[in-house]
């Protein structure tokens, strides 16, 4: 056995929850406040090895080391675009390989998470879903992302989507204890209000985030107004057609002052006349909700259309004229392929095919 092989069986402490990071130090004969030290020094303060733990007794950090590693995902690859997106190819211990998108604007800088490699759910119109579902990520692998891209940043990261690869609602579990540590404020300590889940309308997930929290911002991509065109584009409308979704999205118990963001790409000819704008602020009567189009994002082989410029603005002014906010989301990193539903993490190695 190599010592990459050896090293690899030894418990990853970036991995284990705080339950078992307090048990393995109990284990070792130290005190629980031992634990939180080294959760906080991994979450919070950024450390990829023992020895940067100052505040440790050399002896322990030297222990550690023995007995324990810390895995952080290596960047293979990095894109920047020259509006300043940067995209990330972030390989997980089993060789796969997810995109991570860190987007700068003047007053915030996000993070853009995947949380499965590829997406069951095939959307007609996203590059992801034509990978199928490879596998879920685990909740380490979700906040793994954020250790190896905030190493590469001298900014502080303000806000964490998960918009990246994969449903977030499809890998339940682990998305929400991922949710759970990114808040945590022994660890990454990110305010909910920092953090929005993007869902392409898995309702039952809906139902149970809201149950179960926690309570982070909810983005849901509609993308139509009607069934037949939903059907079309997003599959699982079938189970769960626009009237089950809606009535998800009224029962959920929004936080005060909170809104939903309500997604909607634009294919050009497709689900962005006039009659389609009318129809989408009716069905959002009385819903706290603001409204982002997305213009769509072509990638080659894609059979949809970009939208018309115009269409996309009288669009955007038919719904603040029934009084929604609505935004046309400018697409960030397209240069890069790193913009909305361009995610595709295989890597090109010579010789594959
Ligand atoms: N699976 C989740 C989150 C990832 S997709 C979801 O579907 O919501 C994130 C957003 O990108 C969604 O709103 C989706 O509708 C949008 N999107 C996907 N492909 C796109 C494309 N080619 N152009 C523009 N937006 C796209
Ligand atoms: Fe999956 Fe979202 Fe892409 Fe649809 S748009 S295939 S749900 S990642």
């Given amino acids: 056995m190599n010592k990459r092989e050896l090293s690899q069986q030894l418990p990853d402490l970036a991995s284990v929850s705080f339950q078992d990071l307090t048990a393995f130090a109990e284990g070792l004969g130290l005190p629980p406040y031992r634990a939180r030290q080294i959760r906080r020094w991994i979450d919070a303060r950024g450390a990829t090895s023992f020895e940067e733990m100052t505040d440790l007794p050399k002896a322990l950090r030297e222990g550690l080391g023995a007995r324990a590693r810390i895995f952080t995902p290596p960047v293979l690859r990095e894109d920047a675009a020259p509006d300043g997106t940067r995209k990330f190819l972030v390989q997980l211990e089993d060789g796969l390989t997810i995109e ?20 069951p759910v095939n959307c007609s119109f996203c590059l992801t879903g034509r990978m199928g579902l490879v596998r879920n990520l685990a909740s380490a692998e979700i906040v793994g992302q954020v250790r190896s891209v905030r190493a590469r940043t001298p900014r502080r990261i303000s806000n964490i989507v998960l918009m990246g690869m994969g449903e977030p609602l499809l890998n339940f579990e682990n ?24 869902t392409a309308g898995i309702v039952p ?27 079309r584009m997003i599959p699982i409308n079938r189970k769960w057609p626009i009237g089950r979704l809606l009535a998800a999205l009224r029962a959920y118990p929004l936080p005060p002052r909170r809104r939903i963001t309500i997604e909607y790409v634009l294919l050009g000819g497709e689900n962005d006349t006039d009659e389609d704008a009318r129809r989408l602020a009716a069905l959002l009567k009385g819903l706290r909700c603001k409204v982002n189009l997305i213009p769509f994002n072509p990638f080659p082989g894609s059979s949809h259309r970009i939208p018309d410029r115009k269409r996309v603005e009288r669009f955007q002014r038919i719904l603040t004229e029934s009084r929604y906010s609505a935004f046309i989301r400018e697409s960030r990193g397209k240069e890069i392929r790193a913009a909305c539903g361009q995610l595709w993490a295989e890597e090109k190695k010579s010789g594959a095919s």
Avoid: H, M, Y
């Fill in 100 to 119: 991570s998108v860190l987007i700068p604007d003047k007053d915030r800088l996000t993070l853009c998470l995947s949380t499965q490699v590829g997406c």
């Fill in 175 to 198: 998305a929400a204890d991922a949710l759970r540590r990114l808040t945590d404020p022994r660890g990454f300590g990110f305010s909910s209000r920092r953090i929005t889940l993007s």
């Fill in 205 to 231: 997930g809906i139902e149970r985030l809201g149950r179960e929290g926690p309570p982070v911002n909810l983005a849901v991509s509609l993308n139509a107004t009607t069934d037949g065109i939903r059907d």
